[in-house]
C-alpha cells in the first residue's frame, strides 16, 4: 500500500517534471520562434529601409542631373514654394558671369527674392512690369487659374554693366504630400536671339519698305514714261501737219529725239533700282563735253520750267576745260534728279537757279567741278535735311502730300556721286529755299585749247539784265582774242551800239538776251537792226525755248539762237559758222566728205528685222555698202566663206537665237585668216550697262553703241574705223 503510494507520488513527480522539462522546451521553441519572426521583421525592415535610401539616393542623383540639365542651358535656377512665400535654394551656371545670386541670404521670402534681383538686375524699362506681375501672390493667382508654366522677358544689366535679354520660365507643382504649391524657376540669355529677331524684323520692314516703294516708284515710272510719249506721239502729229514747213518739221524731229532720250534715262533709272539695292552699281568712264551733256539736261527739263511758269538763271564761272571723262549719263542723272527736285518743290512763278564752277585740283589731269542747284522754294526742316539722303525718305508736309515722288531721287543720286568720289552738300531753310551743292572731280581728255586767228580782234556787246552772265560771257571772248563790252539792258545795248556806229567801231556780232525788264531782246534787236542794217550779226540769247517766239524773232532780224550757259566750245561753234567755217577750222563741206564711205562693206548682224531695216537706211545715206545677218552663226559663216579684207567692219548685236553676238565674236576672231585680227567688230545692243560694255570688249569687240542707235555716235565710230583707212 505504502509502496504503490510512493510510487505513484514518484511517477506524478516524474511526469510534472517531464511536463515542466516540455513546457521549457516549448516555451523555448516559441521564444526563438518569435526571435525568429523579429529577426526576419527587422531583416525585412532593414532592407525596405535601404531600398528606401537607395530611391533616395536615386532621386537626389536624378535631381542632381536635372539640376545640371537645367543650369547647363540656362543662367540660373531657384526653388520656391509658393504657398509660404518662400524662396529655399539657387544655383548659378557655371560660365555665368552676368549675374551672381549667390550673395543673397537663403531661404528668403519670394517677394523679398524678386524684388532685389528686379532692383539689382532689371532695367528700368522693364522692371516695374516684372515687379507688379510676378510677385507671391500673382503667381499663386496663376496657379489657381490653371497655369503650370509662367513665362516672362526682360532686359537685365550685367555685373560688367552689358545688357542682355533674358527668357525666364517658372513651373509650378502641387506637392502631394502636404498639398503646397511649388516653384522652379530658371532663367536662359535670348540676347543673340533676339539680336537675330529684330534683325529679321529690320530685313521684313526693309522688304516690305522696299516693296512698297517700288510700288510706288512703277506708279511714278508710269506717269513719267507717258509725257514723252506723249511729246513723241504729239510731235509727230504736229511734223506731220506741217509737212511743207522744213523749219517746223526739224524742230519737231529734234523735240521727238529729245523726248526718247528721256524715255531711255527713264527706262534706264528703272533698271538701275536693282543695281542700287544689290549694290552692284557699276560706272563707265568715257569722253564726253560738259556743255553737251548740260544742254541735253537743260533741255530736258524745259518743259518742266514752262509749265510752272519758273524763271531759270544758268551761270559758268572759270570753265577752261569742257572735254572731260567720266559716266557722262550717270552724272547727268544726277542733274536731273537734283533740278526736278527744285522745280516741283518750288511754287508756281519761282526762280531756279543752276551754277557750274571749275576749281583747280591737285590731282594731274584731273579739275574739280562744282554744281550748285537753288531754288526759292518751300525748303526743309533741319530735321528733314538730316535724313533727306536716306532711300524713300519724303518730308511729312501737307505741301508736299500730292506731289508725285519716289523718296530716291536724292539717295540714287548721293551715292552716285559718293560713288565717283564726290560730295553733296545740302542747305535748306523753310519757306526761303534749299541750295545742294555737288562737287565731282572729273578727268581731262588729253585736248588743248585752240585759238581761232579768225576771231581776233572782232568786237562783241553783250546785253544781259544778269552780271554774272555778262562777266563770264566775256572772259571767253576774250579767251578767243576777241573785243567784249556789257551791258544790262537793251536800253543801254542801244546807246552801245549808236555809239559804236559814231566812233566807226562797229561790233561784229551782239548777243541779247532775251527776257530783260523793260525792253526784252527783241525789241532791242529790232531797234538795233534799224541802226546796224544787215551786216551785224544778232544772237538771241536764252534758258527757255525759244522755238515760240522764233518767227517773230526773225522778223525783228536776229539771225541766231543760243542757249544757256554760255560754253567756251557752244560761242565758237556759232561764230565760226558765222564765218563759214566747222568749229575745228575744216570747211563745211570737207566735214561732210567724211561721211562719205562708198567702196566700203559693211555686215550687219540683226535678228530683228524691223531695226535691221531702220539701220541698214541709215547706213546706206553714208554710201556703205550693207550685207545682214539674222544671227551669229549666219554672221560667222559669211564671214569664214568670204573672201580676206572683204568686209571692212561689223556692227554685231548681242541677244540673237542659235548664237549670241559675244559668242559669234569670238567665234570670228578664232578664224586663222589675216584679215581676222584688223576688222572692226562692234557690239550694236539694248544691254547698255557699264558692265555690258567690257563684256563686248572681252569678247573681242572694239566698241559698243546702245540702242536705241544714236546716228552721231554712229557715224563718228564709222569715221573712227574707217576714216583713215585706204
Request: hydrophobic share 40%; proline share 2%.
Amino acid at each position: 500500500m505504502n509502496y504503490s503510494i510512493e510510487n505513484t507520488l514518484l511517477f506524478l513527480v516524474m511526469e510534472l517534471i517531464i511536463f515542466v522539462f516540455l513546457l521549457i522546451i516549448f516555451r523555448m521553441k516559441i521564444k526563438a520562434s518569435r526571435e525568429q519572426e523579429i529577426n526576419n521583421i527587422l531583416q525585412n525592415d532593414n532592407e525596405k529601409l535601404q531600398e528606401s535610401n537607395d530611391r533616395i539616393a536615386y532621386l537626389n542623383q536624378q535631381n542632381e542631373q536635372y539640376k545640371y540639365a537645367i543650369l547647363n542651358n540656362s543662367q540660373w535656377l531657384y526653388y520656391a514654394n509658393i504657398s509660404r512665400n518662400l524662396v529655399t535654394a539657387c544655383s548659378i551656371s557655371d560660365d555665368n558671369t552676368d549675374v551672381d545670386l549667390r550673395n543673397m541670404k537663403l531661404p528668403c521670402s519670394y517677394d523679398g527674392f524678386i524684388t532685389c534681383f528686379a532692383y539689382r538686375y532689371i532695367t528700368d524699362e522693364f522692371r516695374d512690369e516684372y515687379l507688379n506681375q510676378h510677385r507671391c501672390k500673382d503667381v499663386r493667382d496663376k496657379f489657381f487659374n490653371g497655369e503650370r508654366l509662367i513665362e516672362r522677358e526682360f532686359k537685365i544689366k550685367t555685373d560688367i554693366g552689358e545688357e542682355k535679354w533674358i527668357y525666364e520660365k517658372t513651373l509650378l507643382i502641387r506637392d502631394s504630400l502636404n498639398n503646397e504649391i511649388l516653384g522652379l524657376g530658371y532663367a536662359i540669355d535670348t540676347t543673340k536671339e533676339k539680336i537675330q529677331e529684330e534683325q529679321l524684323k529690320i530685313a521684313l520692314a526693309a522688304a516690305e519698305m522696299a516693296n512698297k516703294a517700288k510700288s510706288e516708284f512703277l506708279s511714278q515710272m508710269s506717269h513719267d514714261i507717258r509725257t514723252p510719249m506723249n511729246a513723241i506721239l504729239g510731235m509727230t502729229n504736229i511734223a506731220a501737219a506741217n509737212i511743207n514747213n522744213p523749219a517746223r518739221v526739224q524742230d519737231c524731229l529734234e523735240k521727238i529725239a529729245l523726248s526718247g532720250r528721256h524715255l531711255i534715262s527713264l527706262i534706264n533709272e528703272v533698271l538701275d533700282m536693282s543695281r542700287i539695292e544689290s549694290g552692284k552699281m557699276v560706272f563707265s568712264e568715257g569722253e564726253f563735253n560738259l556743255c553737251d551733256l548740260v544742254d541735253d539736261m537743260l533741255q530736258m527739263i524745259k518743259p518742266q520750267l514752262a509749265e510752272k511758269k519758273h524763271e531759270l538763271s544758268v551761270n559758268v564761272h572759270d570753265i577752261k576745260h569742257e572735254d572731260v571723262i567720266g559716266d557722262s549719263f550717270k552724272i547727268q542723272e544726277v542733274f536731273i534728279n537734283f533740278m526736278t527736285n527744285a522745280i516741283k518743290y518750288t511754287p508756281e512763278g519761282g526762280h531756279i537757279q543752276f551754277q557750274i564752277t571749275e576749281k583747280e585740283s591737285d590731282i594731274l589731269n584731273v579739275s574739280c567741278f562744282e554744281f550748285v542747284f537753288k531754288d526759292n522754294g518751300i525748303g526743309m526742316s533741319k530735321e528733314f535735311t538730316d535724313i533727306i539722303f536716306e532711300p524713300f525718305t519724303r518730308a511729312a508736309d501737307s505741301r508736299v502730300s500730292k506731289i508725285q515722288g519716289t523718296g530716291l531721287g536724292m539717295a540714287i543720286s548721293k551715292n552716285i556721286v559718293q560713288m565717283m568720289g564726290g560730295t553733296v552738300e545740302v542747305e535748306s531753310e523753310p519757306g526761303k529755299g534749299s541750295t545742294f551743292m555737288v562737287r565731282m572731280y572729273l578727268k581731262l581728255q588729253d585736248k588743248k585749247l585752240a585759238y581761232y586767228e579768225k576771231l581776233k580782234g572782232l568786237r562783241v556787246l553783250i546785253a544781259d539784265d544778269e552780271e554774272d552772265v555778262c562777266v563770264n560771257t566775256c572772259d571767253i571772248l576774250n579767251s578767243l582774242g576777241m573785243c567784249s563790252e556789257w551791258v544790262l539792258d537793251g536800253d543801254n545795248a542801244v546807246e552801245k551800239v549808236k555809239q559804236a556806229k559814231q566812233e566807226g567801231r562797229e561790233f561784229w556780232a551782239i548777243i541779247l538776251d532775251w527776257k530783260m525788264p523793260n525792253k526784252n531782246g527783241i525789241e532791242t534787236a529790232r531797234e538795233i537792226r534799224r541802226i546796224v542794217g544787215e551786216e551785224v550779226s544778232i544772237i538771241i540769247l536764252t534758258a527757255y525755248d525759244w522755238t515760240e517766239v522764233e518767227v517773230e524773232a526773225r522778223k525783228a532780224g536776229v539771225n541766231a539762237f543760243i542757249s544757256k550757259p554760255l560754253f567756251r566750245s557752244k560761242i565758237v561753234y556759232m561764230f565760226m559758222g558765222f564765218l563759214g567755217e566747222s568749229p575745228d577750222n575744216k570747211p563745211q563741206e570737207e566735214l561732210e566728205k567724211t561721211l562719205d564711205f562708198t567702196g566700203k562693206r559693211l555686215l550687219l548682224v540683226e535678228d530683228n528685222d524691223l531695226n535691221r531695216e531702220i539701220v541698214k537706211e541709215l547706213l546706206l545715206e553714208t554710201g556703205i555698202e550693207v550685207d545682214t545677218a539674222e544671227n551669229g552663226m549666219e554672221a560667222l559663216k559669211k564671214v569664214e566663206e568670204s573672201p580676206e579684207y572683204y568686209y571692212d567692219i561689223v556692227f554685231m548685236d548681242i541677244q540673237m537665237p542659235k548664237m549670241d553676238g559675244y559668242k559669234a565674236t569670238m567665234a570670228i576672231r578664232a578664224l586663222q585668216r589675216r584679215d581676222i585680227k584688223e576688222l572692226p567688230i562692234l557690239a550694236m545692243t539694248a544691254n547698255a550697262f557699264s558692265e555690258d560694255v567690257m563684256m563686248s570688249k572681252q569678247a573681242g569687240m572694239n566698241g559698243h553703241m546702245a540702242k536705241p542707235l544714236d546716228i552721231a555716235v554712229m557715224c563718228k565710230n564709222l569715221e573712227k574705223w574707217l576714216g583713215n583707212k585706204e
